[in-house]
């Protein structure tokens, strides 16, 4: 009894549950999105994927982040400056102590320092975190 509590409470977490506001209107609590846009040093952007694609990926995973998407824009010049992806947590403060272990997992810093021996990939990131609206496809 006290696995199956357990794992509705989990599920529960994780896809969204329902509460009151003060004015006794239902609400829905959905997962928090966190939006990055990353600006790679001149000539790095492909280094910057690269260390997505071979070792951040499974890092943000194994530290319970949730992969949305990655994307690039659509002008040449931008692709070379700026990527762009999407995570997803259960809530805020999962998201932060999910980067706070990723940052220092000894996988994580050993990739970075690796793609690093020729210079520094990134030279600014842009976090936002989002709540969807009610309308919203995904939640």
């Given at each position: 009894?006290?696995?199956?509590?357990?794992?509705?409470?989990?599920?529960t977490?994780?896809?969204?549950?329902?509460?009151?506001d003060?004015?006794?209107?239902?609400?829905?609590?959905?997962?928090?999105?966190?939006?990055?846009?990353?600006?790679?040093?001149?000539?790095?952007?492909?280094?910057?994927?690269?260390?997505?694609?071979?070792?951040?990926?499974?890092?943000?995973?194994?530290?319970?982040?949730?992969?949305?998407?990655?994307?690039?824009?659509t002008?040449?010049?931008?692709?070379?400056?700026?990527?762009?992806?999407?995570?997803?947590?259960?809530?805020?403060?999962?998201?932060?102590?999910?980067?706070a272990?990723?940052?220092?997992?000894?996988?994580?810093?050993?990739?970075?320092?690796?793609?690093?021996?020729?210079?520094?990939?990134?030279?600014?990131?842009?976090?936002?975190?989002?709540?969807?609206?009610?309308?919203?496809?995904?939640?």
């Open positions: 009894m006290k696995l199956a509590k357990i794992a509705i409470v989990l599920v977490a994780w896809a969204g549950f329902t509460v009151c003060a004015q006794g209107e239902k609400k829905v609590e959905t997962r928090v999105f966190e939006m990055r846009t990353y600006y790679a040093h001149p000539g790095r952007m492909k280094a910057l994927h690269e260390r997505f694609r071979n070792h951040t990926c499974k890092l943000f995973e194994k530290h319970g982040m949730t992969l949305i998407g990655f994307w690039s824009p002008d040449e010049k931008q692709a070379e400056e700026k990527m762009v992806y999407i995570l997803a947590y259960p809530s805020k403060a999962a998201a932060d102590k999910s980067w272990a990723f940052r220092a997992d000894p996988d994580w810093i050993k990739a970075r320092d690796a793609s690093e021996k020729d210079g520094k990939i990134v030279l600014k990131v842009e976090s936002v975190y989002l709540n969807p609206t009610d309308y919203s496809a995904i939640k």
